[in-house]
């Protein structure tokens, strides 16, 4: 029998009785479903969905086969083009999340967390840069304190951030942030300050004119020609000419190497790029107005003794104090 509870009609004043679900119908409620609910509506796939919770295709098909009884409704519908959830699903999934939000941080806030015995799966965001130039030691540090922890890194950037964010796919992401989610928390790590990359052996820094003259490697995710570097150039009524745009910065030292390319990187990728010596790093000849790399994460998480703890981590080994 279903408990009622009283609600006041807005526009008339007239109390109604609401049906509300009965506390002792919960019992008959696996959890473990809800959670396989939610991977299955970010992923929409049953292997990506198996994947992301390390179970095998046949258990999250039996699952979303429960799912479907227990809501009384086919959920996920095959498309030409995957999966597609029905109107049904999508509100129930819209009810679900803040409530499983809720859920998930209040048991995490009951259990201490302890590193070296944490198997704990952590969900990053990095932009390249990030990855490239700070990742390394933050990820010897967090090896060495939790040993038997899975760090699983998902490439962000300001575009990709806040739905990497609200969908739950990671939990804290580093990257230049701009609109991030309403319930997101963000925290400043470092200005980010660029140097001047080139693997040719002309002595001297480069000057202006020969800065300006010089062709272009830009590190660009989205495939774009221009960025904030171009902005500032801007500023002094000057242009630089790209002509090669490449989508992660782990190639720069073989491209740059023995030519006259060079390219405008954050400070910290810098440092690893010419630790070889194969290329120099200077100062761009111009005023180059930072941006800031920062950590952001979602209120869910806010005090979650393992997520607090591995945000403590970043912000050691990623801030400028690193």
Aim: aromatic share 6%; charged share 25%; with cysteine.
């Amino acid at each position: 029998m279903q408990d009622e509870i009283p609600g006041r009609c807005c526009t008339a004043g007239i109390f109604l009785r609401v049906p509300t679900m009965n506390r002792s119908d919960l019992r008959r409620l696996d959890m473990n479903l809800l959670v396989m609910f939610e991977a299955l509506m970010i992923e929409r796939n049953l292997t990506r969905a198996g994947e992301k919770l390390f179970v095998t295709q046949s258990t999250v098909s039996a699952a979303l086969g429960r799912l479907r009884d227990l809501f009384d409704d086919p959920l996920l519908v095959r498309t030409g083009r995957g999966m597609e959830p029905t109107s049904r699903a999508l509100q129930i999934f819209d009810e679900l999340r803040p409530a499983m939000d809720v859920i998930s941080a209040a048991v995490s806030r009951a259990k201490a967390f302890e590193p070296q015995s944490s198997c704990n799966v952590f969900r990053l965001g990095l932009s390249d840069d990030a990855e490239f130039g700070l990742f390394p030691a933050l990820l010897a540090a967090l090896q060495a304190e939790a040993p038997n922890i899975v760090v699983v890194v998902r490439r962000a950037n300001y575009l990709l951030m806040p739905s990497l964010l609200s969908s739950g796919e990671i939990t804290v992401g580093v990257s230049y942030t701009t609109d991030l989610p309403a319930n997101a928390k963000r925290r400043k790590l470092r200005d980010i300050g660029v140097k001047v990359l080139r693997g040719d052996s002309r002595p001297g820094p480069l000057s202006l004119d020969e800065y300006c003259a010089r062709p272009h490697v830009m590190v660009s995710f989205s495939g774009d020609l221009s960025g904030a570097i171009d902005l500032d150039l801007e500023r002094i009524d000057r242009r630089r000419r790209v002509v090669l745009a490449v989508p992660q910065f782990g190639s720069l030292r073989a491209l740059l190497r023995n030519t006259e390319m060079i390219a405008t990187v954050p400070d910290y990728a810098a440092c690893i790029l010419a630790d070889d010596g194969s290329l120099r790093a200077e100062d761009a000849p111009f005023e180059v107005r930072p941006a800031e790399l920062s950590m952001v994460w979602g209120a869910a998480q806010d005090s979650d003794p393992a997520e607090r703890w591995l945000r403590e981590r970043i912000a050691k080994f990623m801030s400028t104090e690193a």
